[in-house]
């Protein structure tokens, strides 16, 4: 696990070094739309139809989502609480709840689960995401952005356009696919695996062009903690003990669990900035919790492995 972090974090750290020193002028937020665009509408595609094409899908893939869907909704609920008592301002309150609960389980949790585990890994990260945190992100996320946020543009887009999108409509054809039993010609599986090969780099990469110390203020500290705490902490707990109670076999019980221990999502920026959220207060979580995966991340792999 250890050397699986280092080498994350070199890939990581190469993206917040081209962030300072621009090689060529090209900006880290302009590198990192291409690369982002790249991966969104073409390998991310092309790895999600490789691998749920092959993958066992049955019970356990709802249960990947039950555990998905309930983790993420106590981490709302406690954010909730938490803000409720110290009655944050909801700009804050917004940006805190998803921060809180989404977590970053694509673009650190695939990479991070296939180093650690081995390539089957990528299909629960991938589960995890289209069958659980990427819908629920899409529906209730967007439902608590605008309600502690405001819209800032004059026809709000329908939640269902969220899900007309490359990885959705792949996962869609895979999964027919792999339930009719259609065997992949060997051609095409090749050109899938050789497009699949650069999601894991450029995704590192990309996280560190986002990330950004700037955006750490000791402002924000007393409205991060909590985040930390329920992000990193009560929730993988939450998700541990209820995966006792699945039928999953062990290594995939890891898997999962461990995906659901990743930091904050990136992709919540985008809901902060369309719905007047604390943008920089998000950007810090961001921040802070992947700094702090570092550590977390060895320790509950470290409880999991024991506990199995």
Not at 141 to 164: D, M
Not at 217 to 246: C, D, H
């Amino acid at each position: 696990m250890n050397s699986t972090l280092i080498q994350m974090t070199l890939l990581m750290a190469s993206g917040a070094v081209w962030r300072f020193t621009k090689p060529a002028g090209l900006p880290a937020e302009q590198a990192r739309l291409v690369l982002t665009s790249v991966v969104y509408y073409l390998l991310l595609p092309a790895m999600v139809l490789e691998v749920l094409w092959t993958a066992d899908i049955g019970l356990h893939s709802f249960q990947y989502t039950l555990l998905g869907v309930s983790s993420i909704a106590l981490a709302m609920f406690c954010l909730w609480i938490v803000g409720a008592l110290f009655k944050f301002e909801d700009r804050r309150m917004g940006a805190m709840i998803l921060a809180a609960a989404f977590p970053n389980v694509t673009y650190l949790g695939l990479p991070v689960l296939e180093q650690t585990f081995g390539s089957w890994a990528r299909s629960v990260a991938i589960q995890m995401d289209l069958f659980a945190a990427t819908p629920l992100l899409f529906t209730l996320g967007v439902v608590v952005a605008r309600h502690y946020g405001e819209e800032s543009v004059e026809k709000p887009r329908s939640l269902w356009l969220f899900f007309n999108a490359p990885p959705f409509w792949a996962a869609a054809v895979a999964v027919i696919l792999n339930i009719n039993g259609l065997v992949a010609p060997v051609w095409l599986i090749g050109v899938l695996q050789k497009l699949s090969a650069g999601v894991v780099p450029l995704m590192l990469f990309s996280l560190g062009l986002a990330l950004s110390w700037q955006a750490v203020t000791a402002r924000n500290v007393p409205y991060v903690i909590p985040v930390i705490l329920i992000k990193m902490a009560l929730m993988p707990l939450f998700a541990m003990i209820l995966v006792g109670y699945l039928s999953i076999g062990s290594e995939y019980r890891a898997a999962a669990v461990l995906d659901l221990s990743m930091p904050s999502m990136l992709l919540g920026i985008v809901f902060c900035d369309r719905y007047r959220l604390d943008s920089s207060l998000y950007a810090m979580a961001v921040t802070v919790t992947t700094a702090i995966s570092l550590i977390a991340l060895p320790f509950w792999h470290n409880i999991l492995m024991n506990l199995n």
